[in-house]
């Protein structure tokens, strides 16, 4: 088992920037990698970002490459977004996942990722 915990969500003016933190704990030796997804409010949950947690390859969705970055310390078991120039397209809430070994490795799938942390609100306001 993983758990996950989502810290760092809130409310914030277009333009400005948020980081949001995802602590892993439990079996994490066996991440693959680690990513971002978010359900805005009457839509699908949407892939964000993702990195794998051996090699720190990261991966994006277009509307937010250039603006979010995803990072992680390995040492601490945590993931991390940074969001800048943020949007009111962006509020939605904002979910990390963890993704064990022996997947096909799409890291943009959602049903790859074994684990869910409970989400935390990001609300851009114009």
């Known amino acids: 088992q993983v758990q996950l915990v989502e810290s760092g969500g809130g409310l914030v003016q277009a333009g400005g920037s948020l980081r949001l933190n995802c602590a892993a704990s439990g079996r994490t030796f066996g991440i693959d990698a680690m990513a971002w997804f978010r359900q805005a409010p009457g839509k699908e949950r949407d892939f964000v970002a993702a990195?794998?947690?051996?090699?720190?390859?990261?991966y994006y969705t277009g509307s937010v490459k250039g603006r979010f970055t995803i990072s992680r310390d390995s040492a601490k078991n945590t993931v991390y977004l940074q969001m800048n120039n943020l949007s009111p397209e962006d509020t939605a809430v904002y979910y990390c996942a963890a993704d064990l070994y022996g997947g096909s490795g799409s890291r943009e799938i959602g049903s790859e990722y074994e684990y869910w942390g409970q989400g935390t609100q990001v609300t851009v306001s114009s």
């Open positions: 990195i794998s947690w051996s090699r720190g390859r990261t």
